[in-house]
């Protein structure tokens, strides 16, 4: 699978380039378009607990739609929920994603979720994240433009939860609130939670955060002023 990035940062759109009979996996109602002769199948990958699992606690999609190119080949273009970029990753082994930025895959790479311990609370869902495995394309979205940090052995930085997408294996992510003091210091701050993210590895991030979104359309509503 070759894939093509259209239209980054603001509005991306990934074109899944597929030779004759191969197969993508695409997080359900993500396709846009795609070439003639391309065939859909809906599937609960890995069977039943598995998908649930990846739907309730790591935020995709129970079913995963796949797609498999004719005999000449195809494309499947995908585009994320939210305006933002997208991008490829090649994964050899594992790689971890936050909640909601799986957009598609290659056939040769397996999904599940796993717990990533009160230490380490990626996403901002109680620490449940996508653990990506095997050897193929991994396509990820993000809200807003993407950022690359390469982080060496021992070094770290400090995200705001809400703006970590993904990272290489390898990497360690604690979290704490953002100021000293406790709940009080945090509201004032306007920060709350933040992890601590050290190396060896590969870090992206988001220019934007879903939850500030998702707040401030809840102030904007007029069922909230009621």
Same mark, same amino acid.
């Given at each position: 699978?070759?894939?093509?990035?259209?239209?980054?940062?603001?509005?991306?759109?990934?074109?899944?380039?597929?030779?004759?009979?191969?197969?993508?996996r695409? !997080?359900?109602?993500?396709m846009?378009?795609?070439?003639?002769g391309?065939?859909? #199948?809906?599937?609960m990958?890995?069977?039943?607990?598995?998908? +649930?699992? &990846?739907?309730v606690?790591? %935020?995709?999609?129970?079913?995963?739609?796949n797609?498999?190119?004719?005999?000449?080949?195809g494309?499947?273009?995908?585009?994320? &929920?939210?305006?933002?970029?997208?991008?490829?990753i #090649?994964?050899s %082994?594992?790689?971890?994603?936050?909640? /909601?930025?799986?957009?598609?895959?290659?056939d040769?790479?397996e999904?599940?979720?796993?717990w990533?311990?009160? /230490?380490?609370?990626?996403?901002? !869902?109680?620490?449940?994240?996508?653990?990506?495995? /095997?050897?193929?394309?991994?396509?990820?979205?993000?809200?807003?433009?993407?950022?690359?940090v390469?982080?060496?052995?021992?070094?770290?930085?400090?995200?705001?939860?809400?703006? +970590?997408?993904?990272y290489?294996?390898?990497?360690?992510?604690?979290?704490? &609130?953002?100021?000293? %003091?406790?709940?009080?210091?945090?509201?004032?701050?306007? !920060?709350?939670?933040?992890?601590?993210?050290? /190396?060896?590895? #590969?870090?992206?991030?988001?220019?934007?955060?879903?939850? !500030?979104?998702v707040?401030? +359309?809840?102030?904007?509503?007029?069922?909230?002023?009621?």
């Amino acid at each position: 699978m070759r894939v093509d990035v259209r239209h980054s940062p603001s509005f991306a759109v990934a074109r899944l380039n597929l030779a004759g009979g191969e197969k993508v996996r695409v !997080e359900s109602g993500a396709m846009s378009a795609h070439s003639t002769g391309v065939a859909l #199948e809906a599937k609960m990958q890995g069977g039943l607990m598995k998908s +649930l699992k &990846r739907s309730v606690l790591g %935020g995709e999609s129970l079913f995963v739609s796949n797609y498999t190119a004719p005999g000449e080949g195809g494309w499947v273009d995908v585009a994320p &929920r939210l305006p933002g970029d997208a991008y490829a990753i #090649e994964v050899s %082994g594992t790689y971890i994603v936050t909640r /909601g930025s799986f957009l598609a895959s290659s056939d040769g790479l397996e999904l599940d979720t796993k717990w990533g311990g009160f /230490g380490n609370l990626a996403g901002g !869902e109680g620490g449940f994240l996508i653990h990506i495995t /095997g050897t193929g394309t991994l396509v990820c979205s993000c809200y807003g433009a993407r950022d690359v940090v390469t982080l060496a052995a021992g070094e770290s930085i400090t995200v705001d939860s809400g703006h +970590l997408v993904s990272y290489t294996e390898g990497i360690t992510v604690a979290a704490r &609130r953002a100021a000293a %003091g406790g709940i009080v210091q945090s509201a004032k701050s306007g !920060e709350n939670l933040v992890y601590d993210i050290t /190396g060896p590895g #590969e870090v992206v991030t988001q220019s934007r955060n879903p939850q !500030e979104l998702v707040t401030w +359309l809840t102030a904007a509503l007029p069922f909230s002023r009621t």
